[in-house]
C-alpha cells in the first residue's frame, strides 16, 4: 500500500492530520513484491508444493532468527523461525545460542524438505564493524552452513523490493535501517537503536508488565494498545526523517516486523509527510531478501 501526506515534520508530540492517501499496487508488476510475500507467507515450516528448495538465507535478528528457502525460479519455498535474542545492537552476544537457532532451523528444514543444507547468505546490520560481521559467518560455519554471501540488511531487503529511487527501511527490533537509493545505486546507508522492542518498553512501563509481557500484549493485541504506542512509532519516524538527512527522499518502503501494528504505516506517513509504502508480512522482506542476495 502506498500512502502520500503532504506535511512537513512535526515534533512527536503533536497530533498529526488524519488526512492520508493510500494507494494499494494495482498493476502486475507494482504487485510482485505484495504477490510474492503473500505466497511466501503460506510455506511456514511447510514446502510449497512442486518447488525444490535450492537456495537459503539465514537472517540473524534481534528478535528473530530466520531462515528462508528459493526454488530454482526464485520462488518462495519454504521458511521457519525462532526466536532468540543472542543478537544485540547487530552483534552476536550469544555465539552458542545463535548457533543453537541456526542449527535447529537447520534440521527442521532438512527434515521437512529432505535436502541438505550447506549453505546459505546472511546479513548484518548496517554500520556494523567487520568483526561483528564475521561473527554471523562463524555462526552459519558452527552451525555447518558455508557462508555464500554476507551482505547488509539493507541491501538483502531491496534485493526483494528492487528500489530504485527511493528509501528502504528496516525497522525490526533492535534497529531501524535505512538505505536510500538513487538510480539504482545505494547512496546513504545508516542504522540506529530503536525499533520493537523500544515499544516494548513503552508498553511495559505504561502496563505495568514484564518485558516479555508487554511483547506478546502488542503482537497479540496491537489494536489495543496501539495509541499507547504511538509516540513510540513518531520516534521511529523521526529516526527515519533523520537518517534522510531531514530530505523527502522519495518513496519511503518499510520493512521489517516492528511496524505490523495497526496503523503503524500510516502513523509514519503523517509524521513524514512524505509517501510511504507499507506491505502485509512486511517482516519477511528481508529474510526473504538475504536468500536472494
Ligand atoms: N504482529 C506484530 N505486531 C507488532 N509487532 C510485531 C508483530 N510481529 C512482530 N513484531 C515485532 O517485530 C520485531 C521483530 O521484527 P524483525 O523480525 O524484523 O526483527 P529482527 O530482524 O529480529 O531485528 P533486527 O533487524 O533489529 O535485528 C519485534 O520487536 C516484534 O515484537
Ligand atoms: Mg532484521
Given amino acids: 500500500m502506498l500512502m502520500t501526506v503532504n506535511r512537513t515534520p512535526r515534533p512527536a508530540t503533536r497530533r498529526a492530520p488524519r488526512t492520508t492517501n493510500k494507494v494499494r499496487a494495482s498493476n502486475p508488476a507494482e504487485g510482485r513484491v505484495e504477490g510474492f510475500l503473500a505466497d511466501a507467507s503460506r510455506h511456514l515450516r511447510v514446502c510449497a508444493e512442486g518447488r525444490t528448495p535450492v537456495r537459503f538465507g ?3 535478528g534481534t528478535a528473530t532468527i530466520v531462515l528462508t528457502a528459493l526454488d530454482d525460479e526464485g520462488r518462495p519455498a519454504y521458511w521457519d ?3 532468540a535474542t543472542v543478537v544485540r545492537d547487530g552483534v552476536v552476544v550469544d ?3 545463535a548457533v543453537d537457532a541456526v542449527r535447529t532451523l537447520k534440521s527442521r528444514a532438512e527434515a521437512t524438505l529432505g535436502i541438505t543444507i ?4 546472511t546479513a548484518h546490520p548496517p554500520a556494523v564493524p567487520a568483526s561483528d560481521c564475521r561473527a554471523c559467518h562463524f555462526v552459519l560455519q558452527q552451525a555447518g552452513i558455508e557462508c555464500r554471501a554476507l551482505v547488509d540488511e539493507v541491501t538483502a531487503a531491496n534485493a526483494l523490493l528492487q528500489v530504485r529511487d527511493g528509501a528502504v527501511i528496516d525497522v525490526g527490533g533492535g534497529s531501524t535501517g535505512v538505505g536510500v537509493f538513487r538510480s539504482g545505486e545505494l547512496v546513504s546507508l545508516s542504522d540506529q537503536a530503536g525499533g520493537g522492542h523500544q515499544l516494548d518498553l513503552i508498553l511495559a512501563g505504561a502496563l505495568k508488565l514484564s518485558i516479555e509481557d ?3 500484549r502488542k503482537r497479540e493485541h496491537g489494536a489495543d494498545v496501539a495509541s499507547l504506542l504511538r509516540p513510540g512509532i513518531e520516534r521511529i519516524a523521526e529516526s527515519i526523517r533523520r537518517q534522510c538527512g531531514g530530505t523527502p527522499p522519495g518513496t519511503v518502503h518499510l520493512a521489517g516486523g516492528a511496524l505490523r501494528l495497526p496503523q503503524a504505516d500510516t502513523v509514519i506517513a503523517r509524521y513524514l509527510g512524505w509517501p510511504v509504502r507499507a506491505y502485509d508480512h512486511a517482516e519477511l522482506i528481508t529474510p526473504f531478501g ?3 542476495s
Fill in 214 to 216: 508487554a511483547e506478546v
Fill in 290 to 292: 538475504i536468500a536472494v
Fill in 81 to 83: 523461525f525462532v526466536r
Fill in 58 to 60: 539465514v537472517d540473524l
Fill in 118 to 121: 550447506d549453505e546459505a547468505a
Fill in 95 to 97: 555465539f552458542q545460542g
